[in-house]
């Protein structure tokens, strides 16, 4: 446990997740202040410094949310590093197994990403309004955000202090290798590819003609299948071998760190994607840029997937 | 139409500090020119930082042109203050590395409004004021008349509704503060509101048509 928490990576990012978290403890500690106390029709001097308060209050917000988001980028960079230590890993897939908080963690860690994603546009439409229309919301928002941003801290110090440099753990070859079972849901690789494209055909058609719930619906069911088809088809392709399939060897540096790219288009652009259609769902608020951006964000995702089935096409006359 | 309703502002509230810059203000400013007289530390720029959108009030309502400006974020604010003020300052600040013309250009910079147009404006308000001639020189080549006349041009660029002048003639001398009040009184032809606040008495030797307000320690007097 020593050699995990005395490592520099750890040490950073225990060290900036909990100066994210004090940063939002003090927003916490304002915000049940503005949420007792707001009333936007008051011009009393209590009313003003609240006025006042939440605008520094929303920006500490924002703040440590999008350093939230980064830190996730820094967190799969860590459990790769400690590979070196843990028996058996490889990679980050072997070390996020290493106890049974790991993949909570990420997961956890995904979700709320994608909820401070919606925080923001939220709070984006509140300062944007002559009245702070979604003073209440977003702060009852925040704090349930919060809530759930405690749980993850929890598990970031539970996940690394119970990582055992003495145990042996499975990794990518046995975990996604044909003896570790196959495509979920069961799908071969042709069918899920066909899944892949029609559900992107889909969801731009469905955006360009504003069709919201089919956008949203095809947007959850690409998130998913996405996932599925990098592990299990466009990963080979990245690694040039059939029997890889792991999502965060392509995070190393044999691979150029691709897998930042891959997985940063994919879930940033769903992410954004999901956000912009609650926005118009349940605000009747266009965000056409942010449309757009997580748009162009997934094509560039199945572009770059797609990319490297062609590359390897070409450059071998097969395909794998 | 310019209305301040039950205004207070403290500075360091709650602190040993604590000082009362205005208290119970009520007003209500028309078209036209108005005075705003008192001593130093009376709390006149203060009244002129409120209306204009630089800061807030620490109670009370200030409304201009029916929207409740004390109350808006700070977004809106930039938007108000872009659009509806223009500001001339007792020490003009003025951009030093900018020519004259580039100083009057900078608060079109962000306005939605195609660079030709916004340079005949800058033309047209400096024209209006007398420092066309100048127009290419920087800031620190000019004398204190034309830097008044300078920032008074910014303040006009905008086609602003109000204009505030925050002791406007304290560094000039008689000549040239006889030149700004002939400006003034050609402003004062348009629909605007003019806010001075000032405590030099060559405005009372002048044949201007003005209402005053005098200020006494953060309070309305007669």
């Keep these: 446990m020593d050699k995990i928490l005395l490592n520099s990576e750890v040490i950073i990012y225990l060290l900036s997740k909990s100066l994210m978290m004090l940063l939002l403890f003090v927003a916490f500690l304002y915000s049940v202040v503005i949420l007792k106390d707001w009333d936007f029709n008051q011009f009393t001097p209590k009313q003003f410094a609240l006025e006042n308060r939440s605008y520094l209050v929303s920006v500490i917000i924002v703040f440590a949310l999008i350093l939230k988001s980064f830190l996730i980028l820094y967190f799969v960079h860590t459990i790769d590093a400690l590979s070196e230590f843990v028996p058996g890993a490889m990679c980050a897939a072997g070390v996020i197994k290493a106890n049974i908080y790991g993949n909570y963690l990420l997961v956890l860690s995904l979700a709320s990403i994608f909820l401070s994603f919606v925080w923001m546009s939220i709070n984006a439409m509140d300062i944007k309004s002559l009245d702070y229309p979604y003073m209440r919301l977003k702060t009852i928002f925040f704090m349930i955000l919060f809530v759930l941003l405690v749980v993850e801290y929890g598990l970031d110090w539970l996940y690394f202090t119970h990582i055992d440099t003495q145990k042996a753990v499975s990794c990518c070859s046995v975990i996604y290798g044909k003896v570790g079972g196959g495509i979920p849901f069961g799908l071969d690789s042709v069918k899920l590819l066909v899944l892949f494209y029609l559900l992107f055909v889909l969801i731009v058609l469905s955006v360009w003609m504003r069709y919201v719930y089919i956008s949203a619906i095809s947007t959850l069911m690409f998130l998913v299948v996405g996932y599925y088809s990098v592990v299990y088809f466009f990963g080979t392709y990245i690694y040039e071998l059939p029997t890889h399939k792991c999502p965060f060897c392509m995070l190393q540096h044999y691979y150029h760190y691709v897998g930042y790219l891959v997985w940063g288009l994919l879930f940033g652009g769903v992410f954004l994607l999901l956000d912009s259609l609650i926005m118009q769902i349940f605000f009747k608020e266009k965000s056409i840029h942010l449309t757009k951006v997580a748009t162009v964000m997934l094509l560039l995702f199945v572009a770059l997937c797609s990319g490297y089935v062609m590359v390897y096409y070409i450059k071998n006359g097969v395909f794998l | ?222």
């Design chain 2, 1 to 222: 139409m310019i209305q301040l309703e039950s205004v207070y502002k403290t500075y360091w509230q709650n602190k040993d500090e604590e000082f009362d810059a205005l208290s119970d203000i009520n007003l209500t400013i028309d078209e036209g020119i108005v005075v705003l007289k008192g001593i130093s530390g009376s709390g006149k720029s203060t009244l002129l930082s409120l209306i204009a959108g630089f800061d807030k009030p620490t109670s009370g309502k200030v409304i201009v042109d029916g929207m409740p400006i004390s109350k808006l974020p700070d977004l809106h604010l930039s938007a108000y203050r872009a659009n509806k003020i223009g500001f001339v300052f007792q020490h003009f600040n003025l951009i030093e590395s900018l020519s004259v013309e580039e100083n009057i250009l900078a608060p079109l910079a962000n306005q939605d409004i195609e660079i030709s147009q916004a340079k005949t404006k800058v033309q047209k308000v400096m024209q209006e004021v007398g420092i066309s001639h100048k127009a290419k020189q920087n800031i620190k080549n000019l004398s204190g008349g034309e830097k008044q006349r300078c920032a008074i041009a910014r303040a006009l660029v905008g086609e602003p509704s109000v204009i505030l002048c925050d002791e406007p003639t304290a560094n000039l001398d008689r000549e040239n503060s006889l030149k700004f009040i002939e400006i003034l009184k050609t402003l004062n032809s348009s629909n605007r509101t003019i806010i001075i606040a000032t405590h030099d008495p060559i405005f009372d030797d002048m044949r201007l048509e003005y209402q005053t307000i005098h200020i006494h320690s953060g309070k309305i007097g007669s």
